[in-house]
């Protein structure tokens, strides 16, 4: 019976064993790249009484402001730079056991900074104050001028960690192009507010009565400039995304060399940011970033 069973366990326990050594890893690491670029997003939506929640210290957010204009409180939007680094990875298939041709798994730290949000009050007052005339007959009108301006502004650093699955067409040639979908996480490690209040007064030279024609020509002077300003810093927070990438990468070469495994690529995303704030709760607002850098692969593609 022995002599039987043996070479039957031995029949069986050896293409086991040997397609258990020939498993690949379910993740190889394929490249290496580096970029940056900028992210532009709408301005967050707030208001002054939740910017006096963000800095209730602020002297200048007191200001009365009812006699000052000012643009829509929602903004238009900030452009803000973006720094980041990460590894490709190849991942086997659960159909065949090989790794995928065409999709990739993207990990990435992300160091971004700017403007959460900036927003610009002003007034402007002008009294006419005297007219010359000289003895060539050309008239000179001299107005007083007064220009007040409050600005805030929201501002951080953050570091993120964005994954993301991305599908290739054939990478081996010279120009490919991809698509995916993302996921973002940032932690927000350096967040103040700033405010300036800042007070022009001076004196305009006209030589056209723009109370008359609706224009002038001249030149302004200041006299005085008092400018006071407030950095605060605010409580950080953490921010999460959902984003798609499209993007268009460039071989250096289709040979086997060096210059095969480098590639430049640009990258386009755009998606929808959510940020948690103490005492605001989430706020969420649309976002698009847009870069460039370079990948190096650690094999020669074909």
């Keep these: 019976?022995?002599?039987?069973?043996?070479?039957?366990?031995?029949?069986?326990s050896v293409p086991v064993l040997a397609q258990d050594s020939t498993r690949v890893p379910f993740f190889k690491p394929e490249a290496i790249g580096f970029y940056s670029g900028i992210t532009a997003f709408r301005d967050v939506p707030v208001t002054i009484s939740d910017l006096q929640k963000i800095a209730p210290s602020s002297a200048l957010?007191?200001?009365d402001l009812d006699s000052f204009k000012t643009n829509t409180f929602t903004g238009s939007g900030n452009v803000n730079s973006v720094f980041g680094m990460g590894v490709d990875f190849r991942y086997r298939m659960r159909s065949n056991g090989q790794y995928a041709g065409f999709s990739r798994i993207r990990a990435s730290i992300m160091y971004t900074n700017g403007q959460t949000a900036y927003r610009e009050f002003y007034r402007n007052s002008t009294v006419r104050t005297?007219?010359?005339?000289?003895?060539n007959g050309q008239q000179f009108y001299v107005d007083s001028i007064h220009n007040e301006y409050y600005t805030y502004s929201w501002n951080y650093?953050?570091?993120?960690?964005?994954?993301n699955q991305v599908f290739h067409t054939k990478d081996a040639r010279i120009f490919s192009a991809?698509?995916?979908?993302?996921?973002?996480?940032?932690?927000?490690?350096?967040?103040?507010?700033?405010?300036?209040?800042?007070?022009?007064t001076g004196s305009q030279f006209l030589t056209t009565?723009?109370?008359a024609t609706g224009s002038s020509m001249g030149y302004f002077t200041t006299n005085t400039r008092q400018d006071e300003t407030e950095n605060i810093a605010t409580k950080n927070y953490y921010t999460f995304s959902f984003y798609v990438p499209v993007g268009f990468q460039v071989r250096f070469s289709k040979k086997k060399n060096f210059a095969n495994k480098l590639c430049f690529f640009i990258e386009g995303r755009g998606g929808v940011n959510m940020m948690k704030v103490p005492g605001l709760g989430t706020r969420t607002s649309p976002f698009g970033i847009y870069m460039g850098g370079f990948r190096f692969c650690f094999e020669n593609t074909q």
């Design 1 to 12: 019976m022995k002599k039987f069973l043996v070479p039957l366990l031995l029949a069986i």
């Design 61 to 63: 957010l007191g200001a």
């Design 130 to 135: 005297d007219t010359v005339r000289l003895s």
């Design 157 to 163: 650093q953050a570091l993120g960690i964005d994954l």
């Design 178 to 200: 991809y698509t995916g979908y993302g996921i973002h996480f940032g932690l927000i490690i350096g967040s103040y507010f700033s405010a300036t209040h800042e007070l022009q």
């Design 209 to 211: 009565d723009s109370t």
